[in-house]
């Protein structure tokens, strides 16, 4: 997908000449407008910038700049010396805030493509990933890279990091709402905290579009409200590390290691706020269209099925909850469970009756996805459990909600878990290692909600201060 460039100049102007020369020497198409040989165009140039002719005005996809510096144009086309980078995104998508926040704090200039109001982008984006719809497709001189992680783009980028050989007061692995009230409270206990994430910040609730039992606020949506709580951390003197994926953890006698990917860090304390990820059927057909038509996330991947018709399968408030949201734009909304009755609250199921575009399957059992000849989601057979009898159903695309999988494999052999991988912990959320702590959807017993992690992370930072003070 090229870029839309136009630049209005004249042959005699300075800085016309100037800008030329930059796309030039860069390999930049453009399309130069001479407002000297065209008159409507000293017309537009004015208009751009409220009454002023200034020249060169530059258009990058019908958005202007006047008379910008090369530093600005490269900036805003995503010119580096390690090559040109576009990353296709959207601004609801976690991995993409992460990629950006990558790029930014390298130096890195990317030119931001956002596929939901770029004609031709989603397009483009599918057609790369072999009709997936991923985002953050990142090019570096052309050639598409599928939601690469920060090690990778480290990698491509050929980015010297210097190691970190700061020994911290308290590491902590996870950057969701356990986490981050973790930092906060040890910050203002004048422990010092890196938070490390594997993705973004935010967790589960970054993804959650709107927050409704959050005490103190009548409504919030997730994004807003992790932001919220970031930035108090950072506030405090936090420092924050995103796309770090832990690779191991060992523990020496005075502090303990913590490798990722591409780092090593030193922390005289852990706590684990890893929380969990999404449960699959598990059924035919679903492994091959993740990513084509199958879905866990409807504020991350909802907006591609805009007056489409979607399937959601599952009961209990997230699947509910998710479905509604989806009614907010879809055509249809069909939401099939396995029980004869939903498992979520009262407060969900009562909201249901409001939109009549919602479709119920109760007692219904999902068998197998079934793709079209583009290899793209197509249609789900499903069997009624009381008669037997099979049946199927059309839609453009289907979103998974049935339970959550604790983070915790990487774990396994350091610190004990629960037979379904939960962190076990006594006391103050201690785990059966002196010095790690656990935090939030990844420990046993913790409740699965926003306001909970945040308890969690306020009882974790005392365990924290009464291990650190002795």
Not at 233 to 261: C, M, S
Request: glycine share 10%.
């Amino acid at each position: 997908m090229n870029k839309n460039i136009k630049m209005y100049g004249a042959e005699w102007c300075p800085d016309c000449r100037r800008t030329k020369e930059y796309f030039a020497k860069n390999n930049m198409e453009y399309e130069y407008i001479n407002i000297d040989i065209t008159p409507e165009a000293s017309v537009l140039v004015e208009g751009y910038n409220k009454g002023k002719r200034i020249i060169p005005t530059v258009l990058i996809n019908d958005v202007a700049f006047s008379n910008p510096q090369n530093f600005e144009l490269a900036q805003q086309l995503g010119i580096n010396k390690q090559g040109r980078i576009k990353l296709f995104g959207a601004d609801w998508c976690p991995d993409c805030r992460r990629a950006k926040r990558f790029l930014q704090d390298n130096q890195i200039n990317f030119e931001f493509i956002d596929v939901e109001i770029t004609d031709g982008a989603s397009d483009y984006v599918m057609q790369v990933n072999n009709g997936k719809r991923i985002i953050p497709t990142i090019l570096i001189n052309d050639i598409p890279y599928s939601n690469p992680d920060n090690a990778k783009l480290n990698e491509l980028l050929g980015l010297d990091k210097t190691a970190d050989t700061r020994i911290y007061d308290v590491i902590i692995i996870g950057g969701g709402a356990a986490g981050l009230t973790t930092s906060i409270y040890a910050q203002r206990d004048r422990f010092d905290s890196l938070i490390l994430e594997k993705k973004n910040i935010g967790g589960n609730a970054f993804i959650t579009k709107k927050i409704e039992n959050y005490p103190g606020f009548k409504e919030v949506s997730g994004p807003e409200l992790m932001d919220r709580m970031a930035d108090q951390a950072e506030t405090l003197g936090a420092k924050i590390e995103t796309g770090e994926e832990i690779i191991n953890i060992e523990k020496t006698e005075n502090f303990f290691k913590v490798f990722t990917k591409t780092q090593e860090y030193r922390s005289k304390s852990i706590v684990l706020s890893t929380g969990s990820t999404y449960k699959t059927l598990g059924i035919e057909g679903e492994e091959e269209l993740i990513g084509s038509g199958i879905h866990f996330c409807a504020t991350c991947d909802g907006a591609f099925y805009r007056n489409k018709e979607v399937i959601v399968i599952g009961g209990g408030n997230s699947a509910l909850e998710e479905g509604m949201f989806l009614a907010g734009f879809c055509k249809k909304v069909t939401i099939i469970h396995r029980s004869e009755q939903f498992s979520a609250n009262e407060v969900y199921t009562e909201k249901l009756s409001s939109f009549p575009n919602i479709a119920i399957f109760l007692n219904k059992s999902p068998q197998k996805f079934i793709a079209n000849e583009n290899g793209s989601f197509e249609k789900l057979t499903f069997k009624d459990n009381v008669s037997g009898k099979e049946e199927e159903i059309k839609a453009d695309g289907v979103f998974v909600f049935i339970g959550l999988i604790p983070n915790t494999k990487s774990f396994e052999g350091l610190i004990n878990l629960s037979q379904s991988g939960q962190i076990l912990t006594k006391g103050l959320n201690q785990t059966n290692v002196p010095g790690i702590f656990a935090a939030g959807d990844c420990r046993f017993g913790a409740i699965a909600q926003v306001a909970a992690a945040t308890g969690e992370g306020v009882v974790a930072s005392y365990g924290i201060k009464e291990y650190l003070r002795k």
